[in-house]
């Protein structure tokens, strides 16, 4: 038995790894081409560096790897999530690198309705986490808007009951964004229309609404998840016009509710909350007009009145003229007598002044005014020459320092002072030429002359030769201010 056991394992055809593992693939993928495998999402982390996402699908005894690809991945209405129970379409194949089979996805749907509310209420929870959902953020609507823009399909019967709703209510003017409200791509057909409305620009040739309405009729859950998407719902909450949200009937809730600055629980509701009734605007206005003229005319009364009981407590032209009149009259009589009064006392203070102005008095004044005037001049005549005095004084001490200063004092003395052509000094011989034009200054005058060239010196003399001269000490020069001075530099 061993050895035909042998002899079989001999015969048996011999398979390269490879081939074994293509063998495998094309197996399970012939057999299991299309599947769909219900189970809960696990291991996933996000999408990869590449944009494939990679995970596990799991149940209670068993685990199979997925895989999704980045084209697959970015037209998924439903995106992979970490603990979600999902509806996986497929088909199956190996990976011979790790001798493992997985499941490439196509498409996912959650396990049904709880899978669709576990993740609402998981997106709803980090929604509200950054914010989107505070009161503050929230705006109030406008009272009554001119231009009010409705996002939803164009063909359905929510733009008609709206539409009927503003007509009986309160004609405005209204702009339609047409929009899928189900389905694949409709999220961010919403999400868009949303930015572009608010992108639009005031005054511009396509008006900005003041008011936003986002409207969709009932439906399931799954119809609804549009609205629950969180491109839509970040659209809503950015919004700077002011947005009512009116999805589905009365009891659906849509996270777009939350983020919206309104609610509406119907779209009619929602064309109501928009406008006013015009009717009872009227009416109101009416109403207001006849109380406001009414409370005019109660007031305008209780000022005539109070007018009235002013005016008679007033006292009449006559009383209050009677005495200043009086006063007046007794003044008037007065007035002559106390002229006349007047005058003399005045004529008896001119008599008295009068006396007083003789001639002699008159002489003897401008006598006085002269020896005054006399004694003035000659203060005056003795301060201007002590001043000139003084003056000339200055002058003289001057001249004097100027002249011991000045460069011809030492000319006096037997120097001369030696000038270029340009009237330049000279200070070295070696600065000058041979050839060159000078002027030379004396103290008595000038004269103009021209440099030699280099005379050659005497031979020195020699002891033998001739006798030293006996030398005298050299004499001491001294300048008007008892300083020593050599001849050097004249300046």
Not at 206 to 216: F, G, S
Not at 242 to 248: C, E, K, Q, R
């Amino acid at each position: 038995m061993p050895a035909r056991a042998a002899e079989t394992l001999v015969n048996s055809p011999e398979y390269s790894v490879s081939e074994l593992s293509s063998a495998l693939k094309r197996t399970v993928e012939d057999t299991y081409g299309h599947v769909r495998v219900r189970g809960e999402i696990s291991g996933f982390r996000g999408p990869h560096s590449s944009g494939h996402c990679y995970f596990a699908l799991k149940d209670e005894g068993a685990k199979i790897e997925a895989v999704v690809w980045k084209g697959v991945h970015g037209r998924m209405r439903f995106k992979p999530q970490e603990g979600l129970e999902v509806i996986a379409t497929g088909k199956l194949t190996t990976y011979p690198g790790s001798s493992k089979y997985q499941i490439v996805i196509e498409a996912i749907e959650p396990a049904g309705v709880g899978a669709l509310m576990a993740l609402m209420e998981e997106r709803k929870k980090k929604l509200a986490a950054e914010g989107l959902f505070d009161e503050a953020r929230k705006q109030l609507l406008p009272w009554l808007p001119e231009v009010i823009g409705v996002i939803t399909s164009p063909t359905g019967a929510v733009i008609r009951d709206i539409l009927h709703r503003l007509e009986d209510r309160f004609p405005r003017r209204v702009l339609v964004w047409p929009v899928r409200v189900q389905g694949e791509g409709s999220a961010e057909q919403i999400a868009a229309a949303i930015d572009g409305f608010n992108a639009l620009e005031a005054g511009g040739k396509i008006p900005r609404p003041d008011l936003l309405i986002v409207a969709r009729g009932g439906g399931s859950l799954e119809d609804l998840w549009s609205f629950n998407e969180e491109i839509v719902v970040r659209a809503a909450a950015n919004s700077m016009i002011p947005l009512i949200s009116a999805v589905g009937h009365e009891t659906d809730v849509t996270l777009i509710d939350f983020a919206s600055d309104k609610r509406a629980p119907t779209p009619t509701a929602a064309a109501e909350m928009a406008v006013p009734v015009r009717a009872e605007l009227a009416l109101e206005i009416s109403s207001l007009a006849r109380r406001s003229f009414a409370c005019w005319q109660r007031s305008h009364e209780a000022r005539r009145t109070e007018l009235r009981s002013a005016a008679r407590a007033l006292p009449k032209l006559q009383d209050l003229l009677a005495i200043p009149r009086q006063r007046l009259d007794n003044a008037s009589a007065q007035l002559p007598r106390a002229l006349r009064a007047n005058t003399h006392v005045y004529d008896r203070r001119l008599s008295t002044i009068g006396g007083r102005l003789t001639v002699r008095t008159l002489k003897e004044q401008i006598a006085r005014g002269r020896e005054r005037v006399e004694r003035l001049a000659v203060s005056a005549r003795r301060c201007s020459a002590q001043t000139i005095e003084q003056r000339r004084t200055r002058l003289k001490h001057m001249d004097q320092l100027l002249s011991a200063l000045s460069y011809k004092g030492v000319l006096s003395r037997g120097f001369a002072l030696v000038r270029d052509a340009d009237g330049h000094p000279l200070h070295a011989a070696a600065n000058i030429a041979p050839g060159q034009h000078l002027a030379i200054e004396f103290a008595d005058g000038s004269l103009n002359a021209t440099a030699d060239g280099d005379g050659a010196q005497p031979p020195a003399a020699t002891s033998a030769d001739t006798p030293k001269p006996a030398q005298k000490p050299a004499a001491k020069r001294t300048t008007d201010f008892g300083v020593k001075k050599v001849q050097g530099d004249l300046f």
